[in-house]
């Protein structure tokens, strides 16, 4: 008899799964029924806040956008960056000029400063020019060139007259060498100076002789106009010695004009 329950409980369980599956499948298709509903109406709820943010956003740009202005208040507001441009402007051209004016002055500067240097330099030579040599008697005179000396004047007579000068030249603004020089100072730069004898300058003074080698064609200015002297009558030469110019008589080596710290 315990055998016989014991079998037909088995059987029964056997048999209750079968019995069972079925309504397991229709609750699971009514659980997904009914999840699909709850998910389209989620979606539904999501788009309806969808619209309603979006008409409220709408609605927020149409309250806040202010009403274009009209009449002079609009031509005030196109007006107020063209005169920000023009005062930008103003300002920039304001800089400029002050930059241009500063380097005028600066420029303007330098010139005077410049044109300063020049002018003591040629002050010293015009002080050294007008006044008379250091030595106040002339070379001694001898027969063999040598220091300090001066050739005895010729022997033969003369063919010609003697030139006639007058150095009332220098008031003549036709002649401002000195001028012309502070505008063409490398015409005024000749370079080194051969001594042919190698005894050094001496300063020349109007009246004394030059041995023959100091006034040779090596030494001839050739254009006394180029640097505004006047040219020199016949019978004589514009020659130059060491940083002077000297107007030679070609016959007897006389010294007619001479102007110290010509060159430079």
């Known amino acids: 008899m315990r055998k016989f329950i014991l079998s037909m409980l088995l059987a029964g369980v056997a048999a209750s799964p079968a019995i069972a599956q079925p309504n397991d499948d229709a609750d699971r298709q009514a659980q997904r029924e009914e999840r ?3 998910r389209e109406e989620r979606q539904q709820a999501r788009q309806q806040v969808r619209e309603e943010r979006s008409n409220n956003s709408v609605e927020r740009q149409a309250n ?3 009403e274009r202005p009209s009449g002079p208040a609009v031509q005030q507001q196109q007006q107020q960056p063209a005169d920000r441009q023009a005062r930008l402007q103003d300002r920039t051209d304001a800089r400029e000029a002050r930059r241009d004016s500063a380097d005028t002055l600066r420029q303007q500067r330098l010139d005077q400063r410049q044109q300063a240097v020049e002018q003591r330099r040629d002050d010293r030579g015009t002080r050294q020019w007008a006044r008379p040599a250091t030595r106040n008697s002339p070379p001694v ?3 063999v060139p040598r220091a300090g000396t ?3 004047p010729p022997a033969q007579v003369r063919r010609t007259a003697a030139p006639q000068w007058s150095t009332s030249w220098r008031n ?3 002649y401002d060498w000195q001028n012309h020089r502070r505008h063409h100072r490398s015409w005024f730069h000749l370079g080194f100076y051969f001594d042919p004898f190698g005894w ?3 300063p020349y003074q109007i009246g004394w002789r030059l041995w023959p080698s100091y006034y040779s064609s090596n030494y001839w200015i050739n254009d006394p106009w180029q640097y505004r002297l006047p040219y020199a009558p016949a019978g004589t030469r514009w020659v ?3 940083d002077d110019a000297i107007l030679v008589d070609m016959w007897s080596g006389q010294v007619v004009d001479v102007i110290y710290n010509f060159f430079w």
């Open 150 to 152: 001066q050739p005895p």
């Open 36 to 38: 699909a509903q709850a």
């Open 172 to 174: 003549n603004s036709k």
């Open 141 to 143: 005179v001898s027969n």
């Open 64 to 66: 806040v956008r202010p």
């Open 200 to 202: 050094g300058y001496n």
């Open 240 to 242: 130059r010695y060491y």
